[in-house]
């Protein structure tokens, strides 16, 4: 795709300084961007590749606008702007739907004549594909399995039985729909497998980054609603719910039965225990652990971000002597 300047700014909705003649086929960024290609800076960590870039336009800040040595796009939100013109400058390729002659249906499925089957994909019994669904190669979809329009499942997905899927979803390679649960209880020195019998609900608008695994509900079911964003290599146990809009980054984990609210956002590596409640609006910062329960909005922090190994080593000595250290000095108060 190519466009103008001008209808650039007109489709994203950012104030246009310079030509709006200037034709734009691709994004870059600030120190690779050459003639036809647009950038942006919304993180000021690049702020000095913005005086020698040799894009022909960048989308920038107010502030931002003194500096910038050639056509801009302004506005407040330079990274939402950046996403819608990326957006329209590479759209994905439309499919024609077909199935694969070595995919492999079982009865009573009922595929549209717009979904597009990949090679050596395994569908069970009485599974439903929607209008314009694209199944990617090697995935394997089991009994009673419902996905509706427009969802994309990259490659090498696993959809196991009776799991739903929303319109819009993308599933990335690797990702696992409705394995079961971490359901067990002990009898003397053995575990006892429990049946998890609920299944997993994806809703609308939901992407779910490679590698990333969502048990099925032990009785009810795992609940992803409307525009939850999964990065990869996610763990979310069962009967886990969260709430629209509510974004997770990589490796991160929640155990079981936890309710996670709306418009969240949880950062990378964070654990997230059981059985307990996260509130709306609130950010949790990266590799924290949560093992209570958040009722206000807010931003939430732990753990030691790190330090030269030798300071490191002093301060987890005191802190082991910590307790005893205080004692001390409440007696010498005393």
Not at 76 to 99: C, M, Q
């Amino acid at each position: 795709m190519s466009a103008t300047l001008g209808e650039l700014s007109q489709l994203s909705g950012a104030r246009l300084e310079g030509s709006s003649d200037c034709a734009i086929t691709s994004v870059n960024t600030l120190r690779q961007a050459k003639q036809g290609e647009i950038s942006f800076l919304s993180n000021r960590h690049y702020a000095n590749d913005l005086l020698d870039t040799k894009a022909s336009a960048v989308i920038l800040s107010e502030e931002d606008l003194k500096h910038c040595p050639t056509h801009a796009l302004v506005s407040d939100t330079p990274y939402l702007v950046y996403a819608k013109i990326a957006n329209f400058l590479h759209p994905e390729i439309s499919r024609d739907g077909s199935v694969a002659d070595s995919a492999i249906l079982g009865s009573g499925c009922d595929v549209d004549k717009t979904a597009t089957v990949c090679a050596n994909v395994v569908i069970g019994n009485n599974v439903i594909i929607g209008a314009g669904v694209y199944v990617g190669p090697n995935s394997t979809l089991e009994d009673n399995v419902k996905i509706d329009t427009a969802s994309k499942l990259i490659a090498n997905v696993t959809i196991c039985n009776d799991v739903i899927v929303g319109k819009n979803v993308i599933l990335h390679p690797g990702v696992v729909l409705g394995a079961d649960g971490f359901g067990l209880a002990k009898e003397d020195d053995e575990w006892i497998k429990i049946p998890q019998i609920g299944s997993v609900l994806i809703g609308d608008n939901v992407e779910i980054g490679a590698n990333s695994t969502i048990d099925r509900g032990a009785i009810e079911n795992t609940v992803l609603k409307n525009g939850v964003k999964i990065d990869n290599q996610v763990q979310i146990g069962h009967n886990v719910v969260i709430g629209e809009n509510t974004a997770i980054a990589g490796c991160s984990g929640i155990a079981g039965s936890t309710t996670i609210g709306k418009r969240c956002m949880i950062g990378g590596a964070s654990s997230i225990s059981g059985h307990i409640e996260i509130t709306d609006d609130v950010t949790i910062t990266g590799m924290s652990g949560v093992s209570n329960s958040i009722k206000t909005p807010g931003i939430y922090s732990s753990g030691l971000p790190v330090t030269e190994n030798r300071i490191w080593r002093k301060n987890i000595v005191r802190m082991k002597n910590l307790d005893e250290t205080i004692r001390k000095i409440l007696l010498k108060i005393q």
